[in-house]
């Protein structure tokens, strides 16, 4: 499949005009003060009415090309998905949305509820996407990227407008990373804004695609390896997502599972916040010391968690 170029790289004035595109459909996320070791702050995108970040990405993409188009398709772990069925219902276009076969249930039948059409399809993100583009061919669908996109960035992007207006004297952000549209758009707004700013990229200890690609100067791909994150399973950088990163993203810190379980439980039982693991790598990152520097401010990306893993994490003897 052909990949976007880098000329079509996203501005802050792009930015900016997804939040009146994004309007009625994505919203303004609180930022939730912390204070557990010391000053973290919490930027709660899982607030948003999908229970993640996703939305304004998925909002700015479809209203975009609404009136255009038959029908779109997307593949996604499951958030992405949401978002797009969720827009796709609002806006009266049909979606199909491809998930792999291991998905979250509660983001599948999310997917559902919103009258998407779900295709499962393998494990690995080039598996579903495979598949998308194949059916986009078949049925003659529109394809909405789940993260290496100029609209889906941009979208995303309002979230570090967000925290730049929220948190003016933050130092330093730390911003969950799957294929890095959260994290583009984010720091893209940010070190417009507050070019002070350090951005912090926050990956699984298992999928370390985006510190691979720094040490190598290009963009790597590392073997598919499970991990708690479901959301966060990329296996490279995407083409944009890659040029924004290297360019404006200080740092990435690799997280284990353990460290985001901890995080999710801590978060629930102290901060009374249900946060699924890829929305609790941020905070993971700063609780265990990968990242020392307070204040800071942790985006928590979603909320959608599997009841039975939380069941079991409030049963398990603390640590």
């Known amino acids: 499949m052909s990949e976007p170029r880098v000329s079509d790289l996203p501005t802050i004035a792009d930015v900016r005009a997804a939040v009146d595109r994004i309007s009625g459909i994505a919203y303004r996320t609180p930022v939730h003060p912390w204070d557990t070791d010391g000053g973290i702050l919490l930027k709660l995108e899982s607030l ?54 291991t998905v979250n249930p509660i983001k599948a039948r999310a997917i559902t509820g919103y009258g998407a059409e779900l295709v499962r399809c393998g494990k690995t993100m080039d598996e579903r996407y495979e598949k998308a583009h194949e059916l986009a061919r078949e049925r003659g669908l529109h394809m909405v990227p789940s993260f290496d996109d100029p609209l889906v960035i941009a979208g995303q992007g309002t979230c570090g407008l967000e925290i730049a207006e929220q948190c003016p004297d933050v130092s330093t952000v730390v911003v969950p990373v799957g294929g890095g549209g959260l994290i583009s758009g984010v720091a893209l707004a940010l070190k417009a804004l507050r070019p002070g700013v350090r951005v912090i990229g926050a990956e699984p200890k298992a999928l370390p695609r985006f510190a691979a690609s720094r040490a190598a100067g290009t963009r790597v791909t590392v073997p598919f390896a499970d991990t708690i994150a479901d959301g966060l399973r990329a296996q490279r950088p995407g083409a944009l997502t890659w040029e924004v990163t ?8 690799a997280v284990g599972d353990d460290a985001i379980l901890d995080a999710v439980r801590r978060l629930c039982l102290e901060a009374h916040l249900v946060v699924e693991p890829s929305g ?40």
């Open 280 to 319: 609790a790598i941020a905070v993971a990152a700063l609780l265990s010391g990968l990242v020392p520097v307070r204040p800071a401010v942790a985006v928590v990306s979603g909320g959608n968690l599997d009841p039975s893993l939380l069941a079991s994490l409030l049963t398990r003897p603390a640590a």
């Open 48 to 101: 948003q009415l999908i229970g993640a970040f996703k939305g304004p990405g998925a909002a700015n993409h479809l209203r975009t090309v609404a009136g255009k188009v038959r029908g779109v398709i997307t593949a996604s772990s499951g958030n992405h998905g949401q978002a797009v069925a969720y827009v796709a219902q609002r806006l009266g276009i049909p979606a199909v949305v491809v998930v792999p076969e």
């Open 246 to 253: 290297s360019r404006m993203v200080d740092d990435f810190v």
